[in-house]
T-cell receptor, first 112, second 111 residues
Framework: DSGVTQTPKHLITATGQRVTLRCSPR?????VYWYQQSLDQGLQFLIQ???????AKGNILERFSAQQFPDLHSELNLSSLELGDSALYFC???????????FGPGTRLTVT | DQQVKQNSPSLSVQEGRISILNCGYT??????FLWYKKYPAEGPTFLIS?????DKNEDGRFTVFLNKSAKHLSLHIVPSQPGDSAVYFC??????????FGKGTKLSVIP
């Protein structure tokens, strides 16, 4: 158990809808990262937050947004969903924003 | 452009023998490298890392070797155990802290 929690574990929704994925980092970790893993793809970095502020952006679509709250939990919002957004979404955390990242169990999103 | 490459999608090894997983990279700015292990339906688990100022790092049965001139790193598992069967991801960072992952190698350790 990495100490990173993600909810929900599974999510099935229709095209055009909006969903919110939630992540709680390990106790004491200030940095949160979001990754997407599609079929046959490695983990693609989406976005990083450090202590409430956006630190880095990767291959994140404009339809996606994220935020980190004062209690350090983070939410990833996915809107106008398309079939191609079906993927595993992982959250990771680290203490300082560098070095090892510890991953949650992921949220499997299926868009039908 | 894939900056971190794991060219072997799968690898099978007998229990007790050495497993060698390989990873290449193209970005000369990468200065920190990590290996993660992933079981089905779970998130990746951090295994071992190495800074670019070193060429070897050991942790129990796991050793990572870094060859900067060849832009190559490898993970050695000795001896391999059936519980090591998983997908192994190589990752790298360039000071900006975000990780760039390879596509993974599925290791099967045969009892």
């Amino acid at each position: 158990d990495s100490g990173v929690t993600q909810t929900p574990k599974h999510l099935i929704t229709a095209t055009g809808q909006r969903v919110t994925l939630r992540c709680s980092p390990r106790s004491g970790d200030l940095s949160v990262y979001w990754y997407q893993q599609s079929l046959d793809q490695g983990l693609q970095f989406l976005i990083q937050y450090y202590n409430g502020e956006e630190r880095a952006k990767g291959n994140i679509l404009e339809r996606f947004s994220a935020q980190q709250f004062p209690d350090l939990h983070s939410e990833l919002n996915l809107s106008s969903l398309e079939l191609g957004d079906s993927a595993l979404y992982f959250c990771a955390s680290s203490a300082t924003g560098a070095g090892e990242q510890y991953f949650g169990p992921g949220t499997r999103l299926t868009v039908t | 452009d894939q900056q971190v490459k794991q060219n072997s999608p799968s690898l099978s090894v007998q229990e007790g023998r050495i497993s060698i997983l390989n990873c290449g990279y193209t970005n000369s700015m990468f200065d920190y490298f990590l290996w993660y292990k992933k079981y089905p339906a779970e998130g990746p688990t951090f295994l071992i890392s190495i800074s670019s100022i070193k060429d070897k790092n050991e942790d129990g049965r796991f050793t990572v070797f870094l060859n900067k001139s060849a832009k190559h790193l490898s993970l050695h598992i000795v001896p391999s155990q059936p519980g090591d069967s998983a997908v192994y991801f190589c990752a790298a960072s360039a000071g900006s802290y975000q990780l760039t992952f390879g596509k993974g190698t599925k290791l099967s350790v045969i009892p």
